[in-house]
């Protein structure tokens, strides 16, 4: 038996076409006009609406505990709420700590995934110390199809920060092994240091959280990432929810120098901006912080210019309550869910008001991540032997989103309030059908870890 989804528009990087789609198993079989249909065959008629490929989120956070705070999103809320969203294929991370195996964090990561996923996922490697070897375990953590490994700049007392010396060592040997290097680009000491200023004046508010993690302290290490990544022998490097509005284009200038430099922007600095904090800061806390509406224009300039290669949500659904209760930027914990409102949030005010087209928009949320961390054309695409996860987008309806319109379990949204243009219809994770007008249908036996291949330079040319 097979699953045809009929008279669609199909959606790819490279244009739209009416056609149909057969599934077979868990690949994609056929594309093509008037596909036929055989005794048996369950057939979605798609009519008016966008068929994509699975969306992609190669930056999300679930079940991550820093101090005493936990995200109120496991891998099982997470992934549905990803699948609700069109979402096919998530990216989290192991957390590394200092003198720890990265093989022994692999190990508990993945064993905190197991039988807890509706839909695929993969995982960065997290790397903060090198002082026990752990550069000689980065060969086995590749050869597991872990081929990313993240990098903190600041966290410092969370325990996350990786000094210089172990970031142009992990440069160094990433480029030996094929993998990649990705980036939270914030100055610590810039940041520490202002926010002790805000703190000493009596501004420690969530309200002041913005001010106190100044644009430059991304701009310092998106500057000095190059320059390490460049003298490690030209080693791919990937800066995440770049959020001030030169970020993208000293990522896109180092590109054209011919180095392997990747930026990505999150949703939320696209649609809000500081301006937003008046309000509930809680609802908004996250770091980078919002920025103010220049830095939000410039990011949507350098969307439209082509200097923005992949967007990200994340996600990382920690509760409003104790933010509430603490008030304080220094101990409360930051991150927002958006992994199932990324789709259509970026159709809404990217596509629909005419900054990109449909077609640019599944580049950057399914081809490109797929590109990047080593999923093409396996993901990402909608090929003949690619895996079957499709994205099936109703862009007819006009309604308002609310916190209750979500499957997390954070209770809230950002962008409750907005208006959206169109709806997930349908969500398919490798021919299974787990979204479908408006009823979940996930099974945690079905998603899978997701083996990476290495990092392919020849792939950023086509981002």
């Not at 056609?19 to 005794?39: C, F």
């Not at 190669?58 to 809320?77: I, K, M, N, S």
């Amino acid at each position: 038996m097979a699953l045809i989804v009929k008279n669609g528009m199909l959606v790819t990087e490279a244009g739209s076409v009416p056609a149909d789609l057969r599934i077979e198993g868990e690949t994609v079989q056929a594309l093509g006009a008037g596909l036929p249909t055989r005794p048996g065959d369950e057939v979605i008629d798609a009519e008016g609406c966008y068929v994509m490929p699975g969306m992609i989120d190669p930056h999300v956070h679930f079940q991550l505990r820093v101090g005493d705070y936990l995200t109120v999103d496991d891998f099982a809320a997470g992934t549905r709420s990803a699948a609700c969203g069109g979402v096919t294929t998530i990216i989290d991370f192991v957390s590394d700590h200092v003198e720890e195996s990265l093989l022994k964090g692999l190990d508990v990561r993945q064993g905190e995934m197991k039988g807890q996923l509706h839909i695929d996922a993969g995982l960065h490697m997290s790397v903060v110390d090198l002082s026990q070897g752990q550069d000689a375990e980065l060969a086995e953590v590749a050869e597991r199809g872990v081929t990313s490994i993240k990098m903190y700049t600041t966290y410092r007392q969370a325990g996350l920060y990786g000094d210089d010396d172990t970031w142009y060592r992990t440069l160094a040997r990433a480029k030996e092994l094929g993998m990649i290097v990705v980036v939270h680009a914030e100055n610590d000491a810039i940041v520490e240091a202002t926010k002790a200023r805000f703190v000493a004046g009596g501004k420690s508010g969530l309200r002041y959280h913005p001010a106190s993690r100044p644009g430059l302290a991304e701009l310092e290490v998106i500057n000095r990432g190059l320059f390490l990544a460049r003298e490690a022998g030209n080693a791919p490097i990937y800066f995440v929810h770049m959020s001030v509005g030169q970020s993208p284009s000293l990522v896109a200038a180092a590109r054209m120098r011919g180095q392997p430099a990747i930026g990505e922007a999150c949703t939320h600095h696209l649609l809000l901006n500081d301006e937003d904090y008046a309000q509930e800061p809680e609802r908004y806390f996250m770091t980078p912080p919002l920025r103010p509406p220049a830095d939000q224009a410039a990011l949507w300039d350098a969307l439209e210019r082509g200097r923005v290669d992949t967007i990200a949500t994340d996600h990382c659904a920690y509760p409003q309550e104790r933010r509430i209760e603490d008030n304080d930027f220094r101990t409360a914990s930051p991150g927002v869910p958006g992994v199932e409102t990324r789709l259509m949030l970026m159709y809404t005010s990217a596509v629909e008001q005419g900054h990109i087209s449909v077609n640019r928009l599944v580049q950057l949320l399914s081809t490109n991540p797929a590109r990047v961390f080593g999923l093409y054309p396996r993901k990402g695409a909608l090929t003949p032997g690619a895996d079957a996860d499709v994205v099936i987008y109703d862009p007819r309806e006009t309604w308002t989103l609310t916190d209750d319109d979500l499957h997390s379990n954070a209770g809230f949204t950002p962008y409750a309030g907005m208006t959206i243009q169109g709806r997930v219809r349908t969500t398919t994770s490798r021919g299974r059908i787990v979204w479908h007008e408006g009823e979940f249908r996930g099974d945690l036996s079905h998603g899978r870890f997701v083996k990476r291949e290495r990092f392919d330079p020849a792939m950023v040319q086509m981002l």
